[in-house]
């Protein structure tokens, strides 16, 4: 894989980022931080529990995208931690893996010549494929956050979604030989040295998942390059996903 950390095909993050400190977490899309000293709302733009790092006290960075179609002026997109800053915006890695896609960072890709996003597919075409390419190259994005000893895991919430997409990316190779399903796994910090299925957490995922690449589903894994201190991101190096079986914490 090329590695690219131009600023020009990096992804931008935010345009003024602020410092806070984390308070409470209202509900899974509302918290509350201070800054100078004074309370506010903000926008958490991730609905997975995330209990091991967003916690009272952690230091934050938000944006304020105060807007008349806002109820809420600032989002919270960073959490500050000792060995990476952890990117909160779920939305964010789809569009990494865009911009990867169209400047052909990843080698099993570049020879793409069309990049659809969001295209339509499964039984009664009611679910959505991140990235279609050349009509025959599916591909689903999923985000972690979540570490423990280096390690990052998936999901950190059960997800029916998640195991909805491994069964119908199944389907999809099943039935055509000449399709291809991928699952590119993106971590959203910089301290994971591998990524493995969160079997305590999900099970029924980490099953699928195992299941998925014995029928020939294929997976990556990469970290996520930051620069000028957050404010713009783009796909780093490629790291392991383990499907082994390991001892539970």
Known sequence: MKKIFDISVMVRVAKH??????????????????????????????????????????EILVENRKSPKRKIAFSLLYVIHPNSLILID???????????????????????KLIKPEQTYGKLRKSRIDF???????????????????IGYFPDAPSIRAQKHITELCEVIEK??????????????????EIRPFDK?????????????????????????YAESGHFACLGEEILINLQPYDQF
């Open 90 to 112: 779920s939305q964010l890695p789809n569009k990494i893996i865009k911009e990867a896609l169209q400047n052909r960072v990843i080698d099993q890709f570049k020879h793409a």
């Open 17 to 58: 980022l602020e410092h806070g400190i984390f308070e409470y977490r209202e509900n899974r899309f509302v918290g509350y931080f201070k800054m100078n000293g004074q309370l506010n709302k903000c926008h958490i733009l991730n609905p997975g529990r995330m209990e091991n790092f967003l916690n009272p006290g952690a």
């Open 176 to 193: 055509d030989s000449s399709k291809e399903a991928y699952i590119i796994f993106l971590a959203q910090r910089t301290d994971i040295t």
């Open 201 to 225: 957490i999900d099970p029924k995922f980490a099953h699928l998942l195992r299941t998925g690449a014995a029928k020939g589903i294929k997976m990556l894994g990469f970290l996520i390059k």
């Open 132 to 150: 279609l390419l050349d009509n025959s190259l599916y591909i689903e994005v999923k985000a972690t956050n979540f570490v423990h000893e280096g």
